[in-house]
């Protein structure tokens, strides 16, 4: 069974960075995917980036520049690093993952799900 634990999240001042993690294991082939999506309270569930174990990396058009996705195999870590920290960043984070390399972050297509890490921005 695939299992993705989070961490890193907090309160963070506006204007500052952050990084999440998020540790996979259980999966049964060297191909998957891992994307971040992020919820704010009262809407739907948002995709932000993924990438795939064949280095493919992708990002929704609102988060280029400021979020990045990265990887390290060794530790079967990905991450999330925000930057420029903005008020309406607030939301939960959740590290997915598909069992593929189709690198999606459309909430619709995710297989398996973190267990969500608030990140909360403050002025």
């Known amino acids: 069974e695939v299992q993705l634990v989070q961490s890193g999240g907090g309160v963070v001042q506006a204007g500052g960075s952050l990084r999440l993690s998020c540790v996979a294991s259980g999966f049964t082939s060297d191909d998957y995917t891992i994307a971040w999506i992020r919820q704010s309270s009262g809407k739907e569930r948002d995709g932000l980036a993924c990438?795939?174990?064949?280095?493919?990396?992708d990002y929704v058009p609102s988060v280029k520049g400021r979020f990045t996705i990265s990887s390290d195999k060794s530790k079967n870590t990905v991450y999330l690093e925000i930057r420029m920290l903005k008020r309406e960043d607030t939301a939960v984070y959740f590290c997915?993952?598909?069992?593929?390399?189709?690198?999606?972050?459309?909430?619709?297509?995710?297989?398996?799900w973190g267990q969500g890490d608030w990140v909360t921005v403050v002025s």
């Open positions: 997915a993952a598909r069992t593929d390399n189709w690198c999606q972050m459309d909430p619709l297509y995710i297989d398996y």
């Open positions: 990438i795939s174990s064949d280095g493919t990396t």
